[in-house]
């Protein structure tokens, strides 16, 4: 967060940074988009059947269908999509950040930046981290989305359970600020990611074996960090939302 924001102050008060940072941000989100989204994809379509396998079969035997699509929404929406979507941006985006950031170290193109007189902090660390936090929550529903359709070819495909019966049952417990809570998780995972990444990255030193020092430790960090603060928002933002708004 200290690089982004002096990154900002720097943006507002030097107007030729403000078209280089939207370049930067724009090629950030080209190299974290396609190749991201179709693993999230494929991977959510496959969690989503696992779960689906897991948890149909018991509320069937419990003569509880119409229940079922309410609780495999609510768990794809709440927690499923948003740490799936997270662990996998973790591996691949939050790992490339922290290698590329720390070869530039090592390699002294960092100092080259500060000969020119530009920041890195503008340069390097703030388009990294918008593409990440503007990208996580479109990313986080399209997981959610292929997850429900993953569920609902399941559920027909083997128990002849309808899509409409499906749907109507998740929509009865699915609400819109289930939704928006779900995109804060990502928002504030992708902002843990990218801030964790950026600075392991760029406080990296000595020789070319230390980049992979780096590396290894943000991802470790990065999921410890994803881990401890979705519990935190699962009961603020869910658990305990209605409590909350009592007091």
Do not use: W
Request: aromatic content about 14%.
């Amino acid at each position: 967060m200290f690089f982004s924001n002096k990154s900002l102050i720097q943006i507002i008060h030097k107007n030729k940074f403000i078209y280089i940072e939207c370049i930067n941000v724009l090629e950030q989100i080209n190299i974290i988009g396609p190749d991201s989204l179709s693993i999230i994809l494929l991977t959510s379509f496959f969690i989503g059947l696992v779960f689906s396998l897991q948890i149909v079969k018991e509320f069937l035997a419990l003569d509880a269908v119409n229940v079922i699509g309410s609780i495999l929404t609510i768990s794809f929406v709440r927690e499923l999509s948003p740490v799936l979507t997270s662990i996998i941006l973790v591996g691949k985006i939050g790992s490339c950040f922290t290698s590329e950031l720390a070869t530039m170290k090592v390699t002294e193109q960092v100092d080259v930046l500060y000969l020119l007189d530009i920041s890195p902090l503008s340069y390097l660390i703030l388009p990294r981290f918008l593409a990440l936090v503007l990208v996580i929550p479109l990313f986080n529903i399209f997981s959610f989305l292929t997850s429900i359709f993953s569920s609902i070819f399941f559920c027909f495909t083997l128990y002849d359970i309808s899509p409409n019966e499906f749907i109507v049952s998740s929509f009865n417990q699915l609400y819109f600020m289930d939704i928006c809570k779900s995109c804060i998780k990502t928002v504030i995972f992708g902002c843990g990611i990218a801030s964790i990444s950026c600075f392991f990255g760029m406080t990296t030193e000595g020789s070319s074996k230390e980049v992979g020092v780096s590396t290894t430790v943000s991802v470790v960090s990065s999921l410890v960090f994803i881990l401890i603060i979705d519990f935190i928002l699962s009961y603020f933002l869910f658990d305990n939302s209605r409590r909350l708004l009592l007091i």
